[in-house]
Nanobody
Framework: QVQLVESGGGLVQAGDSLRLSCAASGRTFSTTVMGWFRQAPGKEREFVAG????????YATDSVEGRFTISRDNAKNTLYLQMNDLRPGDTAHYYC????????????????????WGRGTQVTVSS
């Protein structure tokens, strides 16, 4: 079992930065693929970025590539999402997710690739 708790969201202006954190419990954190998703009102939950178990491989969706950076600290059981140059279109509820498989090399990009989910943190970007 893995429990995930996100933090760091808030209300910011366009062009600002935020860093989201996801604290994970459970001994398998350091061996699992982790991801960030977001969901805006009336829209489906979408993949934002993912990172493999070691942190050496990351992948981000095109709309955030170059602005958002995913990272992890396995010693602290914590996942991060550094978000720079935020835009109103980034407004959404952001969720942290964990794969159930261990040492998987492929980073999943769909919600069905992840088993454990946090409750999310709201990010609102004003223009």
């Amino acid at each position: 079992q893995v429990q995930l708790v996100e933090s760091g969201g808030g209300l910011v202006q366009a062009g600002d930065s935020l860093r989201l954190s996801c604290a994970a419990s459970g001994r398998t954190f350091s061996t699992t693929v982790m991801g960030w998703f977001r969901q805006a009102p009336g829209k489906e939950r979408e993949f934002v970025a993912g990172i493999n178990w070691s942190g050496r491989t990351t992948y981000a969706t095109d709309s955030v590539e170059g602005r958002f950076t995913i990272s992890r600290d396995n010693a602290k059981n914590t996942l991060y999402l550094q978000m720079n140059d935020l835009r109103p279109g980034d407004t959404a509820h952001y969720y942290c997710a964990a794969d159930r498989a261990v040492l998987r090399s492929v980073i999943g990009t769909t919600t069905t690739d992840y088993t454990y989910w946090g409750r999310g943190t709201q990010v609102t970007v004003s223009s």
